[in-house]
């Protein structure tokens, strides 16, 4: 199999890695004016002529947009049953254009093969209820290409296809694929911000695709807080789409990488229900390590009959195979199951959750906070209770350097909320070098 690959930008040179690897791939032509090292299999050529003598099976056009229909005419009239892709976008104005001679011509929109756009997709057989959505991406152009500078790019350039609606397209091509043209549409497109460049640095784009059903697009060049997000706010729920850290949120659930846990347990401490993948022993014990003062529930899904843990929290094992993005609707009936097992879990006339303690004999709701959430958990799930130091240990860290009148004053504050008389305890109490829940 012959390659030509036609532009060797950073885009270019990501086929061209990906290509050289395969061995079916015998020999691959680059036109560029770049001169850079290529392997063995590699050549470098600079006149259209070279192309249309190689004869390739394969081409791929990754130059500055602008150049693109000039050489999808050329590949069209000169070449026969090939297969070309197209970086998007095809081009930055308008033509006619009709595939000849058995060639076969493909746009790059690759966003579409994203994980969580594929979930977005199912989700979406059914749009009942949607309302409102909003496709947003913030992008900072200076940050794009480290070994150039962003002022001689071509996205900085007017001239040379350069601009954020044509560069951050991907946008447009969802809202067609995975809804459908617009019935009437607003739009803003020009620079605004004090980059150096020609080309435009902001888009937006609203309107409606049914008479109930309206759209917001925003994509931009100068943000330094980077986000690629998707959100849908349907009558009953709001879904959102994570694209760069492939978060997927739906009624409150989230889906993410927990590579860094410590992070988000301090960051995130009202999150109800954590979902954790389990792999090995070793990660169990970093989420071990990292969740001991996280009160909330906890699913482990284990994917090995090895792992053991002794985890203090709120557990539920999952066997597998389980996919993620199939595991919402399951994680909605955990929910159902929890909000069941909180009528089980009385202390006096109060049911305990994961925040709040519920009365329905005297219909109120007290708010907990964190420190008295993980109290009264811990104590919950050991009946026989907890020393002073073993409490200090799990409420405030193996390491904090907390006095014990911090703990009393934690005490009082929680025999307040859950006693009758919180001068003569019931309910938590100390008995011997203990504190003990009694329900």
Not at 48 to 61: A, G, S
Not at 147 to 172: C, F, T
Not at 211 to 226: G, P, V
Not at 399 to 422: C, G, M, Q
Request: hydrophobic share 35%.
């Amino acid at each position: 199999m012959k390659v030509t690959i036609i532009g060797l930008g950073s885009i270019g040179y990501l086929h061209y890695k990906i290509l050289s690897q395969f061995k079916k791939v015998k020999k691959i032509q680059v036109y560029s004016n770049r001169k850079v090292r290529l392997c063995k299999k590699s050549f470098l050529v600079n006149k259209k002529r070279d192309i249309i003598e190689f004869n390739p099976d394969y081409i791929v056009i990754s130059n500055d947009t602008n150049q693109h229909y000039e050489f999808i005419n050329l590949i069209n009239k000169n070449l026969k049953k090939k297969i070309i892709l197209v970086e998007k976008p095809v081009s930055g104005n308008f033509f006619k254009f009709k595939e000849k001679n058995k060639n076969k011509f493909f746009v790059n929109y690759n966003l579409r093969f994203h994980p969580g756009i594929i979930f977005l997709k199912n989700q979406l057989k059914d749009k009942k209820g949607l309302f409102y959505f909003t496709l947003n991406t913030n992008s900072f152009l200076p940050s794009w290409r480290k070994n150039i500078e962003y002022k001689k790019s071509y996205s900085a350039n007017r001239k040379r296809g350069g601009g954020v609606l044509l560069d951050l397209s991907h946008e447009i091509d969802l809202l067609l694929w995975l809804f459908k043209k617009p019935i009437r549409f607003n739009y803003l497109n020009k620079k605004v911000s004090n980059l150096k460049i020609s080309s435009d640095d902001i888009f937006i784009l609203n309107g409606k695709i049914t008479n109930k059903t309206y759209f917001s697009i925003n994509l931009n060049y100068f943000s330094r807080f980077q986000s690629r997000t998707i959100i849908l706010n349907f009558n009953n729920y709001d879904l959102k789409i994570d694209l760069l850290y492939f978060l997927i949120e739906k009624r409150g659930i989230k889906f993410l990488n927990l590579d860094k846990i410590e992070d988000f347990v301090e960051n995130n401490e009202q999150t109800r229900l954590l979902i954790i993948d389990v792999t090995s022993k070793k990660e169990m014990s970093k989420f071990e390590k990292h969740l001991q003062n996280y009160s909330h529930y906890v699913i482990f899904i284990l994917r090995a009959s090895n792992i053991k843990t002794n985890f203090p929290g709120n557990l539920h094992f999952i066997d597998p195979p389980i996919r993620p993005l199939d595991f919402v609707e399951q994680v909605e009936k955990i929910f159902k199951s929890i909000e069941k097992m909180r009528k089980k879990r009385k202390i006096g006339e109060f049911f305990l959750t994961t925040s709040e303690l519920v009365s329905d004999k005297k219909k109120e709701r007290i708010i907990l906070t964190t420190l008295e959430s993980k109290f009264l958990n811990f104590l919950y799930n050991n009946k026989k209770g907890y020393t002073k130091m073993e409490l200090l240990a799990y409420v405030w860290g193996y390491n904090a350097k907390v006095e014990t009148h911090t703990l009393e004053s934690l005490v009082y504050r929680l025999r307040r909320k859950l006693e009758v008389d919180p001068n003569f305890p019931r309910i938590l109490v100390q008995t011997g070098n203990k504190y003990i829940l009694k329900s």
